[in-house]
């Protein structure tokens, strides 16, 4: 997923997919019909394209990690790291309390 802001809202992509699926035929190819789309839609050709790929794989027609999964995966990772940390915290004051048990201890 690109790191730069969406300037596309979720309603604009959908009805430019559709647009590029319903009038393919109309066309020689598809890239032809994004090609004649994208102008319209104020966005690259690559960049509908895209679209129009994520959408197949959403939809079963095409072989992919979906948006859903895709999401889920990252949620995934981010809790993972976070559990990492938490665990690494915990790790670094459970040895700081043992060795000041330790040093109450040879004081006393």
Same mark, same amino acid.
């Given at each position: ?8 809202s ?5 009805r ?5 699926l319903?009038? &393919?035929? %109309? ?5 032809? @019909?994004?090609?004649s ?5 104020g966005?690259? /050709?690559q ?8 959408a197949e ?19 995934l &990772?981010? %809790? ?5 940390? @938490? ?6 004051a459970?040895?700081?309390? /043992? ?10």
């Amino acid at each position: 997923m690109s790191k730069t802001t969406n300037k596309f809202s979720p309603e604009v992509r959908e009805r430019a997919v559709r647009m590029v699926l319903d009038h &393919e035929g %109309e066309h020689v190819s598809r890239w032809a @019909a994004i090609l004649s789309i994208a102008p319209k839609i104020g966005c690259a /050709a690559q960049t509908l394209n895209e679209w129009v790929k994520k959408a197949e794989v959403d939809s079963g027609k095409r072989a992919g990690i979906t948006t859903e999964m895709a999401e889920k995966m990252k949620a995934l &990772e981010r %809790e993972n790291r976070e559990l990492r940390q @938490a665990n690494e915290i915990l790790r670094k004051a459970s040895a700081y309390f /043992a060795m000041a048990e330790l040093d109450r201890r040879s004081k006393s």
